[in-house]
């Protein structure tokens, strides 16, 4: 594959973050982008690294009309080597074409793509921060662009990769956040785009995450859309339970993305010999658990947060609260763990890093 590469003017060229230990999340990119075209029935083409900029898009592209868009989001670290570690990206883009699938989107070649990526890195790698708790974050995406108006798969898409400086997603960092239960509204449905990472899953939960925030919560934890008593998943990472001596999170039963941190945090669990189920699990048992004492601790996981200790749930005008509102053990030890085989300070037994250098 051949990738053209256009370098950014000095006047193109933006003024890097000062100061690295408070790097807000999603704000702030890099000066290129990795872009492909597809047009049917060729494929994907011109795939190219360019300076970052606005696209060009049809006021008719369908991707507009139709909702065919998707996106992914993982992370590459600095190393103390100064070396770069890209986490887990090749299964972020096998979820990828998963979720294109779904959406009747073209699956993209994940060798082309990774040597894209990489190239962008090292375009780019002068915005790899280095601060610990700093990262760069990667959001490849996908929407169809074809003019034409009229339900059905579009012809022509874009594919590109952008990425920016991170540093925590939450506000609270490590320390625990508190959800509210919504059990009026539904993310997603039987049948429905629950396990795809597409824009409209994110879309459907914005009312109910603005008003959970409004009453000063950070996030939703989502119910089941036909009884609303199921747990599935909080709106911006799946949700873990420790309940006696077991760890508990809901199965991916179609309505629940298949999280890469969530996979992770099961391997390592499993590998340590602790008791992991992947099970259906309702509100009211976890309420049960909290007051008789079982409820140990509860924990998110995702990309942007890694681990996400949650000190508070607020259910049906009750609050209840976790592990003293401080972040637990198991919640430590994990993090500690996925971290340090991220940026590279612990060993990857699981074959999960790839370096660049």
């Not at 060009?56 to 996106?71: K, N, R, V, W």
């Not at 874009?158 to 609270?172: N, Q, R, S």
């Not at 609303?228 to 077991?246: A, P, Q, R």
Request: charged share 25%; proline share 6%.
């Amino acid at each position: 594959m051949n990738i053209s590469i256009l370098h950014a003017l000095p006047t193109q060229k933006k003024l890097k973050p000062e100061n690295a230990n408070n790097l807000p999340f999603g704000d702030l990119f890099s000066d290129h982008m990795f872009v492909v075209d597809y047009e049917y029935p060729v494929g994907w083409i011109n795939h190219r690294i360019v300076p970052y900029s606005p696209l060009s898009i049809d006021p008719a592209a369908m991707g507009i009309h139709y909702g065919q868009e998707l996106f992914e989001g993982l992370k590459a670290y600095r190393r103390k080597d100064n070396k770069i570690n890209l986490f887990r990206a090749r299964d972020n883009f096998i979820r990828l074409n998963r979720s294109a699938d779904r959406l009747c989107m073209p699956a993209i070649d994940i060798d082309d793509v990774m040597q894209g990526l990489k190239k962008l890195l090292m375009i780019d790698q002068d915005w790899i921060p280095s601060s610990p708790g700093t990262s760069l974050y990667i959001r490849p995406t996908m929407f169809a662009t074809e003019p034409h108006l009229g339900v059905r798969p579009s012809k022509k898409y874009v594919f590109y990769v952008i990425i920016c400086p991170v540093g925590a997603y939450y506000k609270e960092g490590l320390n625990p956040v508190k959800i509210y239960v919504e059990d009026i509204y539904a993310r997603t449905f039987k049948g429905g785009t629950g396990d795809a990472k597409v824009g409209g899953n994110y879309a459907a939960s914005l009312l109910a995450a603005e008003k959970a925030k409004d009453r000063g919560f950070t996030q939703v934890l989502w119910l089941d859309s036909c009884e609303h008593k199921y747990i599935e998943e909080v709106g911006t990472m799946n949700i873990f339970f420790v309940i006696g001596d077991e760890i508990i999170t809901p199965p991916l039963d179609g309505n629940i993305l298949p999280g890469i941190t969530r996979d992770s945090t099961i391997k390592i669990a499993k590998k340590w010999g602790l008791k992991v189920k992947e099970q259906k699990l309702t509100i009211d048992e976890v309420v049960v658990a909290a007051k008789n004492g079982m409820l140990k601790e509860v924990f998110g996981t995702g990309t942007a947060a890694v681990i996400s200790p949650v000190g508070l749930i607020h259910y049906k005008g009750e609050d209840v609260v976790i592990a003293g509102g401080k972040m637990g053990d198991l919640s430590q030890r994990l993090y500690d763990e996925i971290v340090g085989v991220q940026y590279g300070d612990r060993p990857d037994v699981y074959g999960w890093v790839e370096c660049i250098d």
